[in-house]
């Protein structure tokens, strides 16, 4: 007998032995643990769902009640209007909701419930019906709970409409209204509901398996199936027995064993805060099949244990195992530093290759999700072209090359004018389009090899980028001269002169542009930004449609706007604004028969600040409704003190802007003024442009007849410089017609302008209006008018705008009349 036969004699029982029992216990060890440790991922899987599905409910909680404090929304339920509710504020509220549904787009509809549970308002991202939704939804279950409860209500429940699961999120909207006086108790306005796309949670089920045979599902407290991996369960109804048995081992986290449709099944599962129970089931044969393929797996383990010899054993373990795991455990550390072009090569056809294979399919799936994350990140959805993040990482390295080249450097800050009323016109979806087009015709202005969509390697070249809404920056690196901005600044201009067809129509898009330059209108990326940002806003008004350097200029214009503004919005709390009073005067017998009230602002420091600067400002920032409610009760007040005083009773001409005309419920504005100062309404007269009225024409008759119906008077001012045909002329319920200062400073210089400052009066005469003629400075004017019939004038002439106690002065020494001389004016600019 050899001596190998022998040693493996000697060695087969030593090794065959204790295998077999290493292998045995080793079995039934693994066994227990691979369905302890079964179970236990079980209880991940629930406790995972049911976080995300918890998680998913809080955060849509939030912001359910984040929506419901939003100012359109409030307003909207508070209307009480059916035209202001329906006209002016439901598209609004409807864009509020799509903003809210962009941000959030598994929020697949926004409703607004009235408290009897009408659906008043509704945004769908399948979209939006333009009339509100007939349906009653007061037998709702989700309308019956939130109506009971009161509060902020999460509950998921299945679709009325597609039979899917959905979440729906309510909150009762308690508001009071704060514009009566005294103010309404807070009552139950409507609701807000959401309604929540459950299909990341639905993925989340069927991707939550960690064995094929494993199942997720959930139901409601009645053990209705509302989520299952096994889609037509969806709607099914757990057995009574069934059910109590699963709910029974929920508060320990037990597995509980249950028969389902005639087979055995492991069941766990846990309550959500959504009252949602969440289960996992394994079938009892599925963890038998995985014993059995333990033990198959076992049991060649101890067999090649027996017959290989241990010199085998050792070199066979280290080329087949070690080598390999060591290979991937390198590859995965270079996977971990972020080297996601590992290659790596599987070995072998067994486990350890196929570990390899995802391995290497892993590494590649990273690379390219890398790659389109980048891609999501540094670029704009709509157009493609580089965002503001990249835009900023690209000029800083622009500028760093800049510097140490000692290169110039140019942005071009693109904005497009008005390009809101084609969002208005065409519709959202269209001037997206439109906005893709300019980005492609940006990019096509500039010459194709310089253009930059993503470069993470070598040097900045000209980019194109959208910064957001319709604003584009371009960056020109290489700058030889101040001159080549210019030049690619005119060539945007003369392309966008083209017509851009948007739908069925074509639109003209015009562009204001700023340049900045580096190095001298910056240093740094902010400062170039703004500073051609600045250019640009010069740009536009100077006009729109062209562009402009960037200069000094435009930042102390900018510093001092903003200066203005603060101090503007300062300037109502610290008593800064006052009224001056100019006199009107009757033609026919001299007697001042009115006032203008025209406002003043006394900086603390600065002094008297023009109107002409502070009320463009005031229009354009919005204070100009606040400043104007002001005016309105200043003017009450001031009337009834020279009451008070003893004086004659003279009506107060108040003017109201196009802002106050347009957004403002004026109507209750000059109802709780006259109330507070106790006014007679027909002391005071309310003056409204011709070109406020007739932006609204058929709002303003309307509005018209309201103030009329209070009492006060009402005056067409600066007639002449709008465009009013008679048809509504007759139709405006004024008493007086004043003509704009324009035409009477050249009712002596010009023939046309004389002619036709004739017929208004005329005209006027004939509709049964006064007539007041504004600007008067000579006597050779004031004849002229005296001559044609008009009816009163002021202006300097007779005196200036003066304080109320200088004017309280004029009015009692002038009771009795004023004479036609200049003294007056020259008497009171002394005092």
């Known amino acids: 007998m050899k001596l190998r036969t022998k040693f493996l004699l000697l060695l087969t029982p030593l090794i065959v032995g204790p295998l077999l029992v290493v292998g045995t216990l080793g079995y039934a060890q693994l066994r227990s643990t691979s369905e302890e440790k079964t179970f236990d991922q079980m209880r991940n899987v629930v406790d995972r769902l049911a976080d995300e599905v918890n998680g998913l409910a809080r955060t849509a909680s939030a912001n359910v009640d984040l929506f419901s404090r939003h100012l359109i929304v409030q307003r909207y339920v508070l209307a009480k209007d059916a035209t202001e509710r329906y006209t002016l504020l439901q598209r609004p509220l409807l864009q509020v909701f799509r903003s809210f549904q962009e941000a959030y787009p598994e929020y697949r509809e926004l409703r607004i419930l009235m408290p009897d549970g009408f659906e008043d308002a509704r945004w769908s991202r399948d979209g939006v019906r333009d009339v509100p939704n007939p349906e009653d939804e007061a037998r709702d279950p989700f309308f019956g709970l939130l109506a009971s409860t009161g509060a902020l209500t999460v509950s998921v429940l299945p679709d009325a409409e597609g039979g899917e699961a959905v979440m729906q999120v309510g909150n009762p909207l308690v508001l009071s209204e704060p514009r009566t006086i005294p103010p309404e108790p807070a009552i139950l306005r409507g609701f807000l509901a959401v309604t929540i796309d459950l299909s990341q949670i639905r993925s989340s089920f069927e991707s939550s398996r960690t064995m094929h045979e494993e199942r997720s599902f959930a139901t409601d407290a009645d053990g209705k199936v509302l989520l299952d991996t096994v889609r037509g369960d969806v709607g099914a109804r757990l057995p009574d027995d069934v059910f109590q048995a699963l709910r029974g081992g929920l508060d320990a986290g037990a597995v509980v064993r249950v028969d389902r449709d005639g087979e055995p099944v492991y069941v766990t599962g846990t309550r959500t805060d959504t009252n949602l129970y969440v289960f996992t089931a394994i079938p009892v044969s599925a963890l038998l099949a995985a014993s059995h393929h333990l033990r198959s797996v076992v049991t060649p383990i101890v067999v090649a244990a027996i017959l290989l010899t241990l010199t085998l054993l050792y070199f066979g373990l280290d080329r087949m195992v070690i080598v390999p795991i060591r290979a991937l455990g390198r590859a995965a550390g270079q996977i971990g530093r972020g080297e996601l072009d590992v290659r790596i090569v599987p070995g072998s056809a067994d486990e350890i290759g196929e570990l390899a294979t995802a391995f290497g399919e892993m590494s590649h799936n990273l690379g390219q999700s890398h790659e389109q994350i980048r891609m999501l990140a540094y670029h704009d959805a709509l157009t493609g072209l580089p965002n503001r993040r990249l835009f900023h990482e690209l000029l800083d390295k622009a500028l760093a090359r800049a510097q140490r080249e000692h290169e110039g450097l140019a942005l071009l800050f693109v904005d497009f004018d008005n390009f809101k009323r084609i969002n208005d016109s065409v519709g959202h979806a269209t001037a997206d389009g439109v906005l893709r087009e300019l980005g492609e015709t940006l990019s096509s202005i500039i010459r194709t090899d310089d253009v930059l969509f993503l470069h993470t390697h070598g040097e900045t070249e000209t980019v194109v980028s959208r910064l957001g809404g319709d604003e584009f920056v371009i960056l020109l690196p290489h700058m030889r001269d101040r001159f080549s901005p210019g030049v690619i600044a005119r060539r945007i201009l003369h392309q966008l002169a083209r017509p851009i067809r948007a739908g069925d129509q074509e639109v003209i898009v015009s562009a204001s542009i700023g340049v900045a330059t580096f190095p001298e209108d910056g240093a740094t990326a902010e400062v170039l930004i703004r500073n051609a940002d600045s250019a640009m806003y010069h740009a536009k008004q100077q006009g729109k449609a062209g562009y402009l350097y960037y200069s000094e200029a435009m930042n102390v214009a900018s510093v001092e706007r903003l200066t203005l503004e603060s101090g503007l919005r300062r300037a109502l709390e610290q008593e800064q604004l006052e009224l001056h009073y100019q006199p009107q005067i009757d033609l026919a017998t001299g007697r001042v028969i009115g006032a203008e009230a025209l406002l003043r602002w006394k900086h603390s420091e600065r002094g008297y600040i023009s109107p002409a600067t502070f009320i463009p400002l005031a229009e354009e920032t919005g204070l100009i409704l606040p400043i104007g409610e002001w005016v309105i009760n200043?003017?009450?007040?001031?009337?009834?003190?020279?009451?008070?005083?003893?004086?004659?009773?003279?009506?107060?001409?108040?003017?109201?802007?196009?802002?106050?005309?347009?957004?403002?419920?004026?109507?209750?504005?000059?109802?709780?003024?006259?109330?507070?100062?106790?006014?007679?309404?027909?002391?005071?007269?309310i003056e409204i442009t011709e070109t406020a009225m007739m932006a609204v024409p058929d709002r303003a008759v309307e509005l018209l007849q309201q103030l009329r119906t209070l009492g006060v008077r009402l005056s067409l001012d600066d007639f002449g410089t709008g465009y009013s045909s008679l048809s509504y002329l007759r139709r405006f319920p004024i008493s007086t017609l004043k003509i704009d200062r324009s035409f009477v400073c050249e009712v002596l210089t010009d023939e046309h302008t004389a002619t036709i400052t004739e017929a208004i009066i005329g005209m006027a005469h004939v509709l049964g209006l006064r007539v007041v003629a504004e600007g008067v400075e000579q006597q050779e004017q004031l004849a002229v008018l005296r001559h044609w019939g008009c009816d009163a004038v002021q202006g300097y002439y007779y005196s200036p705008a003066l304080p109320a106690p200088l004017f309280a002065d004029f009015l009692a020494s002038k009771g009795a009349g004023v004479e036609d001389k200049g003294v007056e004016h020259r008497r009171i600019q002394s005092a």
């Open 634 to 685: 200043r003017a009450c007040q001031q009337a009834m003190e020279w009451q008070r005083a003893g004086l004659m009773g003279i009506p107060i001409s108040v003017n109201v802007s196009g802002a106050q005309f347009s957004r403002q419920n004026l109507c209750n504005v000059v109802a709780r003024a006259l109330d507070g100062s106790g006014l007679q309404p027909a002391l005071l007269c």
